[in-house]
Nanobody, 114 residues
Framework: VQLQASGGGLVQAGASLSLSCVAS????????MGWYRRAPGKQRELVAH???????NYADSVKGRFTISRDNNKNTVYLQMNSLKPEDTAVYYC?????????WGRGTQVTVSS
């Protein structure tokens, strides 16, 4: 499975950004998709994921501000990020879990200035 992420950028605190991740495989064959991020000097952390049933999970730090969704017809997962904070600054990585294997896209930089 190849994953193509897009949508990062530089914004001010309080602004919004939307990330997209397009999968090369049929979404119905993918158990879960989501986003991790890695900030400078920190470990990678799960931001949000959505499983095939539609159930979602979020990191506590983004609950109420970020929303993950997917469009099965477009093989795409979206991450809508609102009320961005400087601490959201990180490289965001899209991932997919399919048939016991994990797949990763190239990261996209999100920078939030104060």
């Amino acid at each position: 499975v190849q994953l193509q992420a897009s949508g990062g950028g530089l914004v001010q605190a309080g602004a919004s950004l939307s990330l997209s991740c397009v999968a090369s495989a049929d979404m119905f064959s993918i158990h879960a998709m989501g986003w991790y991020r890695r900030a400078p000097g920190k470990q990678r952390e799960l931001v949000a994921h959505i499983i095939s049933s539609g159930r979602t999970n979020y990191a506590d730090s983004v609950k109420g501000r970020f929303t993950i969704s997917r469009d099965n017809n477009k093989n795409t997962v979206y991450l809508q990020m609102n009320s961005l904070k400087p601490e959201d600054t990180a490289v965001y990585y899209c991932y997919a879990a399919r048939e016991g294997s994990d797949y990763w896209g190239r990261g996209t930089q999100v920078t939030v200035s104060s």
